[in-house]
């Protein structure tokens, strides 16, 4: 058990291999039954056609079954630490971790950083609320950053004017999975003793000046959700980190804090605090993730360059489409040094030249069809900050330009999976909304 144990130090799951009374890892199998059930949900469908291929591999699986066993283990095993590998690998990173999201890769980082009650945390005024949720949660005071007009992404000059001496932690956000412009971001950190974390949710695969997204601060957390540009069968997320000395810590980060170099008294190993920054320790929980999550993530890496360029692709036809419309502002499809992921294809539009800002815009795409969501509402306006003593007002003094980008100029389209007829009605129903406003019908 020691060696196999030292293979994989976050966990621990019974699993004794040969032995005349065995202690399996898994305590229930999936039978054929329950894999029928699992293909008819991945793989929808009505109709005789559909029916009959349904029972054809209902008979195969069967089939299957009798000559066949169960994995030995459904959770961080083999295939887990293969994605992990092609994550490191694309990425050009070391040590990083599958997690079960991407929230639970800003919690580990923050818990590093050491933040508590007071301390200071900034992160762009538009963005999920998933960014600012565990200093949050603990009593530090988020700060507020203004965006760039043109990309949706922090400022990094309004960065610089809202850095306190109570600053920890700085939380860049490529929205949509346009880069954020790092380089002063990450001059401001050292000169300031700040720890960057970027939430790379948007960015598997983009990149700023030649590297990833994500790897640039002193962590980057990605999402594997459903809705991203690839997915983990539903959730998950990696952690990266630039910290040399945190890169061992991080898996142990994930599991509790299983230490298996050193053992309690009539135990196979010990639960120690994962260090943390400045000699600082924190107490690990639990973000493991399951096989099946594994190799669904091996599988979407591997056409990971294919997807972003379809997205791409699509990006540069509406592009075409709608740029001889003067009171349009549309997607930058980035160039040398910058290269987004086209998570979100982001629109915006000039309110004097339209006719009428883009509510009105909205609400006519609406009534033609087409779905458009603007990515994310400003922070401050929700309710838990108020309740938590923070005054959207004043905080929307301090943010302009976030307040008029949101309200009147900006808004987002799906780019993936779309036909070109659909992408065609997209584009009408955008100039003919557009015509509409001019002539103020």
Not at 94 to 108: M, P, Q, S, Y
């Amino acid at each position: 058990m020691a060696n196999e144990t030292k293979k994989k130090a976050s966990d621990f799951r019974y699993n004794t291999g040969e032995t005349k009374v065995p202690w399996a890892a898994v305590g229930e199998n999936y039978n054929a039954e329950d894999l029928m059930t699992i293909i008819k949900f991945m793989m929808v469908g009505s109709g005789e056609a559909y029916d009959a291929a349904l029972k054809a591999v209902e008979k195969e699986v069967y089939a299957l079954d009798k000559v066949s066993e169960p994995p030995a283990k459904l959770s961080l095993d083999k295939e887990v630490a293969k994605a992990e590998e092609m994550c490191d690998k694309y990425l050009d990173t070391e040590g990083c971790a599958f997690l079960t999201n991407c929230t639970a890769g800003f919690e580990i980082a923050c818990k590093y950083t050491g933040l508590k009650p007071g301390d200071e945390v900034i992160v762009p005024a538009i963005t999920f609320a998933a960014t600012m949720a565990y200093p949050l949660s603990i009593g530090c005071k988020i700060v507020f950053a203004d965006v760039d007009p043109l990309t949706l992404n922090m400022d990094p000059k309004d960065v610089a004017r809202k850095i306190t001496s109570k600053t920890k932690m700085i939380v860049p956000v490529h929205i949509g999975g346009y880069p954020v412009d790092m380089d002063p971001i990450m001059e401001l950190a050292k000169q300031h003793d700040i720890i960057v974390l970027e939430d790379a949710a948007h960015a598997f695969g983009g990149e700023y000046k030649g590297r990833k997204l994500g790897t640039i601060g002193h962590f980057g957390s990605y999402s594997f959700h459903e809705v991203k540009n690839i997915t983990s069968f539903g959730e998950g997320g990696i952690l990266t980190t630039t910290i040399e000395d945190f890169r061992p810590e991080m898996k142990r980060a994930r599991f509790l804090g299983t230490d298996f170099s050193k053992k309690i008294k009539n135990w196979l190993y010990d639960v120690t605090p994962i260090q943390g920054k400045d000699g600082g320790k924190f107490v690990a929980t639990n973000f493991s993730t399951t096989e099946i999550q594994g190799l669904g993530l091996q599988l979407q890496i591997a056409r990971i360059e294919k997807i972003i360029e379809a997205r791409r692709e699509a990006s540069a036809y509406l592009n075409s489409r709608l740029a001889g419309c003067d009171a349009l502002i549309l997607q930058d499809l980035g160039g040398d040094g910058c290269k987004p992921t086209f998570h979100l294809y982001q629109l915006q539009i000039d309110p004097e030249k339209a006719g009428g800002d883009v509510q009105v815009l909205k609400k006519k795409l609406a009534e033609k069809g087409v779905t458009e969501i603007a990515h994310f509402g400003p922070l401050y306006r929700f309710q838990v900050l108020k309740d938590l003593g923070y005054d959207e007002a004043a905080i929307a003094a301090t943010c302009p330009v976030t307040e008029e980008v949101f309200d009147r100029r900006f808004t987002h389209f799906p780019v993936y999976g779309l036909t070109k007829e659909q992408l065609d009605y997209m584009a009408d129903s955008i100039l003919a909304s557009i015509d509409e406003m001019k002539r103020g019908v």
